[in-house]
Structure formats: C-alpha cells, structure tokens
C-alpha cells in the first residue's frame, strides 16, 4: 500500500513562508497527479494546489494565486508546497493527496492521502 508522509509544518508569524514536502513510500508509485488540500477545525477539506505529473501544469485555488507554489522531483517522488506571504487564514491541517488520473481540484478523485501536517499563523 502508498503511504504518503508529509512534512515542514510549523508556527510562523503573519507575512511568513514555509515549505511543505510530501514523500511517496512506493519505489514504483507514478502518480498521474498530485496535490494539496488543507482543512481548519469545522471545515470541510479544501483544494489548494494541484500539479500534473508528466506535463507539470499546476492549478491554485484563487486564495493562494500569487502565493503558494506547487513543485515536484520525480526522481525523488516528492511534491512540495511553497507557501508565502501567510495570513492567519491558512491555519490548517495540508494534506498531500495523490491519483492515478488526470484531475485537478476534485477530492474524490485522489486515491491516496497522507496523514496531514499542520501550519499555524499568528497574527
């Protein structure tokens, strides 16, 4: 079974950045796409950033355009997220989320999803 393993949450002031990483432990995975989605407490999980793995096209949800970055190593099997200019408002759990299709910000089409890491900004 792919697990996938996030990383690179913390506790950063407002205007600050962080970098989120997420891992692959399938030597052979080859995900079609992966992405990024956040969820705060009573909320429903979000789509943040998405990007295809073979083309490379990213997409954003339009709270993030101009501030997050999407990224990947196919050599490593990793994704990352870029995350700058944080508001008190992207408090939240990101989850990395991984699917075997060509998708972009649908949650029902990620087969795989980690465990979460959790980026908290203070005002």
């Known amino acids: 079974q792919v697990q996938l393993v996030e990383s690179g949450g913390g506790l950063v002031q407002t205007g600050g950045s962080l970098r989120l990483s997420c891992a692959a432990s399938a030597r052979t995975f080859s995900p079609a796409t992966m992405g990024w989605f956040s969820q705060a407490p009573g909320k429903e999980r979000e789509f943040v950033a998405a990007?295809?793995?073979?083309?490379?096209?990213?997409y954003y949800a339009d709270s993030v355009k101009g501030r997050f970055t999407i990224s990947r190593n196919d050599a490593k099997n990793t994704v990352s997220l870029e995350m700058n200019s944080l508001k008190p408002e992207d408090t939240a759990a990101y989850y990395c989320?991984?699917?075997?299709?060509?998708?972009?910000?649908?949650?029902?089409?990620?087969?795989?999803w980690g465990q979460g890491t959790q980026v908290t900004v203070s005002s």
């Open positions: 990007i295809m793995w073979r083309g490379g096209s990213t």
């Open positions: 989320a991984a699917s075997s299709r060509v998708i972009s910000n649908v949650i029902s089409g990620f087969d795989y």
